[in-house]
């Protein structure tokens, strides 16, 4: 038992330094030390451990202050390995390779053209920037690889338990990637093979990019509406993986039949496609993509082009109302918006604070409202660090890999 005890230790010691490595980028032994709160001798051998398996490796010296000796800074190598992330969002299917440390190897990035009610067609494409991607890491081993959707993901195995913005029933959406890509089967039945909902990777990435605060609400909007709520640092999941659905709070009551089932829905009054086509921008977003059309509707209503204007008045203030029951719920001590809305995070700000109860009237008062840290690749980079934090949690199957 001791023996097991003591393996057990030195494998959550190694993770120590890994995981710190791989949050600060480069780091001294006494910085590692001091950081974990580890031995220095201890930490000399854990890096002598971690340098011979070809995870960690020295970098440059750096001159110490005063007569001490210099510094010799440690970063992670592990350029045996690589990590790909597969993000499907309603517009395309994007496909990167990282290492381990962070740095980007290979970006493939496909437009699927919104099939609506067609999850097969949006894979072909998927599984083609998968497989371009993969082809560009070279000798590199794909540790692990996450396909990232923007819908609620639930199940074991995995599964899409519905996505609206495409009009998607449950969809087995790692099998039928299988079928398309042999080198993702080989993959999953590997059991490095994940399904990611996009909402809540992306609130923590948000939410360590803004400094960890104590709670966070996260709400996107690109092609339908998304949210999370981030508190002590871990994302509010809910019995069924549907806690922080923003976009599908029936806010309408006996309002519009919602794809979800309810009516009234957030979406249904504020959502992407409903705002674009009071803009008379529905046309360009069918020939160009989402993203053209809502970059082209914000510069409108900075231009004070009145349908677009018209359109987010309408919006906002059924987006200023929903955020204002969140925060009635959550307290949150910042929402950040994310989508087409970080462009427009200051006028939601301004309109929540004018419905929320002043200080004078109420211990509560609007919390402040930014545009996201992270921009469209938030949940990118959250689905990347979770994978990283995952490996480094046991580095010692890094190295037989």
């Not at 330094?17 to 032994?29: D, F, M, N, P, Q």
């Not at 969002?89 to 493939?108: N, Q």
């Not at 803009?279 to 069918?286: D, N, V």
């Amino acid at each position: 038992m001791s023996s097991l005890a003591s393996a057990d230790v030195r494998r959550h010691n190694l993770a120590l330094i890994a995981t710190r490595l791989a949050e600060v980028g480069v780091a001294s032994r006494s910085d590692l030390a001091d950081a974990t709160g580890l031995a220095r001798g201890s930490v000399t051998a854990l890096v002598r451990r971690l340098e011979a398996d070809g995870l960690v490796r020295e970098t440059v010296q750096v001159a110490a202050e005063g007569k001490g000796r210099p510094r010799t800074m440690l970063e992670l190598s592990a350029d045996h390995l690589a990590i790909v992330t597969l993000l499907i969002d309603a517009d395309h299917a994007a496909a990167v390779a990282s290492t381990l440390g962070g740095r980007r190897l290979a970006r493939v990035e496909r437009r699927h053209g919104r099939p609506m009610g067609d999850p097969a067609r949006v894979l072909d494409v998927a599984a083609q920037a998968l497989d371009a991607v993969v082809g560009e890491v070279g000798e590199r081993k794909i540790a692990e690889v996450s396909a990232v959707v923007w819908a609620p993901v639930g199940g074991d195995p995995a599964i899409v338990l519905a996505d609206t913005d495409l009009g998607w029933g449950t969809v087995d959406l790692l099998a039928l990637l299988a079928e398309r890509s042999p080198g993702f089967a080989s993959l999953m039945q590997a059991g490095r093979a994940r399904l990611v909902a996009d909402t809540q990777v992306a609130a923590l990435a948000e939410h360590a990019a803004a400094g960890r605060p104590s709670e966070l609400v996260y709400l996107k909007s690109d092609s339908g509406i998304g949210g999370a709520v981030v508190v002590a640092g871990l994302p509010l999941d809910g019995s069924h993986h549907l806690a922080g659905a923003l976009g599908h709070l029936p806010v309408v009551p006996g309002g519009a039949p919602c794809a979800c089932g309810q009516h009234g829905c957030l979406v249904t009054v504020a959502g992407p496609d409903v705002l674009l086509e009071r803009a008379g921008l529905s046309e360009l977003a069918r020939d160009d993509g989402l993203t053209a059309a809502l970059d082209e509707f914000v510069r409108r209503i900075r231009a004070g082009e009145p349908a677009a204007v018209d359109a987010w008045e309408a919006g906002a203030a059924e987006l200023a109302r929903t955020l204002q029951i969140v925060t009635l719920t959550v307290d949150p001590a910042l929402i950040v918006v994310g989508g087409y809305l970080a462009a427009l995070a200051d006028d939601l700000g301004d309109r929540l604070a004018k419905i929320q109860p002043s200080v004078e009237q109420a211990f509560l008062t609007a919390p402040p409202i930014v545009g996201s840290l992270l921009g469209r690749d938030a949940a990118l980079i959250g689905a990347e660090r979770a994978a990283i934090a995952r490996l480094l949690a046991d580095p010692t199957t890094l190295a037989r890999a």
